[in-house]
């Protein structure tokens, strides 16, 4: 069915955890029930269950929640006993994974040095990778868009076009960016037989990085670089940049060679930028259309500039456009993995699981369009009642012909409905098989 090397497709969707996603307070008191169950409420001393018998129960603290005076009074009281639960279970190491959950919760949402000297408060913002459950630790915040927010895990998905084949699966956290994980789906396709020769996504895809890494994996990424945008002025882009021998030329015609230190990048690289002289700047007759502020225009290079150079001069031409209008297909085969596979909200806690649901969700989803192809063989055995019939094609036919024929009713009693051989299935099975 697939060629050993092909053209594939990629692209993500979120997955709804199935953790309870908590606020602070309920991060922390689950937290605190969570070490104690592990560790033995008999294991520590009578104080200290004294101290943490209101985060014990299953209710909340009996406090006035509406009044923040007393919420940042049960706040610094929990983090008390939050401290001298931790201090009470140091350097024991059957209870390491619980211990560190907790205090992650404490040092990614607990501020201890608040400016206004009244004791521990809650931090404002949102940590990068913060815990939202301590039911399932490894569900995380995530966005698709700036207005569209969903807390569990990222659906990773590669296709081959003309057949419409999944050819891969992964499951990250949320907060996980599309182009970090490029490189494992197409390691993934490789092993199974199924190569890709090039790697067709959206502008999540088109960083340097992402480039970088899938090359490392054996192919190469079509896909758009992200824009530049200078507040409607003129961009890098109209710019002549030659990243080999640092220079850039503007729209004025004015070239500079000043390369100058520029910070650095997320990863810790070192950046820099062209600077273009003060005095021809201030000379120019286009300032208004390139820079808002005094001084001279500077130029910042991308750590991969050169290759983001060559990706925005491809993405021009036709062969290229008409590779990137072949990404619509993936959209189609994630809502049919999504929401007619049922991979949208994960069934079980925990990564490892809910990988475990995407790609036997794939698998549905391949055996239906195998089915459509049809290019599932004919079946070679038939109840001796049924009359031999071609495959129809059609997935979940229990017999090829009609059910077998039955007994009729006993008089004075209606007949029961008739599933032919169809194996009854527990109900949590229905969810995997409802489409085969």
């Known amino acids: ?44 001393s009578k104080t200290l269950q004294r101290k943490l018998k209101h985060y014990l129960r299953e209710t909340k603290p009996n406090i006035d929640w509406q009044d923040p005076t007393a919420r940042r009074g049960e706040l610094a009281r929990m983090v008390a006993a939050t401290d001298r639960l931790l201090a009470a279970v140091e350097g024991r190491d059957d209870y390491v994974e619980a211990a560190e959950l907790l205090r992650q919760l404490l040092d990614q949402d607990i501020d201890r040095d608040a ?16 815990v939202i459950s301590t039911s399932n630790p490894e569900m995380r915040h995530g966005r698709k868009s700036k207005t569209r927010r969903f807390d569990g895990y990222k659906l990773h998905v590669t296709e081959e076009p003309d057949s419409e084949l999944i050819t891969a699966v992964e499951v990250t956290a949320a907060n996980t960016s599309d182009g970090d994980v490029a490189a494992g789906p197409v390691a993934q396709a490789a092993d199974c037989g199924a190569a890709a020769s090039q790697l067709v996504g959206d502008t999540a895809y088109g960083d340097g990085d992402t480039r970088t890494e899938v090359a490392e994996a054996g192919t190469t990424v079509v896909a758009k670089v992200p824009p530049v945008h200078n507040g409607g002025r003129l961009s890098k882009t109209d710019f002549d940049i030659d990243p080999d021998d640092p220079s850039a030329t503007c729209p004025a015609g004015v070239t500079t060679t000043d390369l100058r230190r520029n910070g650095k990048d997320a990863k810790g690289r070192q950046l820099f930028a062209l600077v273009l002289p003060d005095d021809r700047c201030s000379a120019c007759p286009l300032p208004s259309q390139c820079i808002s502020g005094a001084g001279p225009r500077s130029i910042s290079l991308h750590y991969h500039e050169k290759l983001l150079q060559q990706a925005r001069a491809a993405q021009q031409r036709p062969a290229v456009k008409r590779k990137l209008r072949t990404r619509a297909k993936i959209e189609r085969k994630i809502d049919h993995h999504c929401h007619d596979a049922g991979a949208r909200k994960a069934r079980y806690r925990g990564r490892r699981k809910t990988l475990l649901q995407a790609r036997l969700a794939a698998i549905v989803v391949n055996i239906k369009r195998l089915a459509t192809l049809e290019v599932l063989p004919e079946p070679t055995h038939r109840p001796d009642n049924a009359a031999a019939a071609p495959f129809s094609g059609t997935p979940g036919l229990a017999h090829a012909a009609g059910p077998p024929t039955r007994p009729p009713a006993a008089p004075g009693r209606h007949p029961q409905p008739h599933h032919g051989h169809r194996r009854t299935l527990p109900r949590k099975h229905h969810f995997f098989f409802a489409h085969l």
């Open 1 to 44: 069915m697939l060629p050993r090397r092909s053209l594939q497709l990629i692209d993500s969707a979120p997955i709804l955890g199935a953790g309870a996603v908590q606020d602070t307070y309920q991060l922390l008191r689950s937290g605190i029930q969570k070490l104690v169950r592990t560790a033995g409420a008999d294991s520590l």
């Open 115 to 130: 400016d206004d000297g009244q004791g521990p408060q809650i931090r404002q913002g949102v940590e990068r990778d913060r």
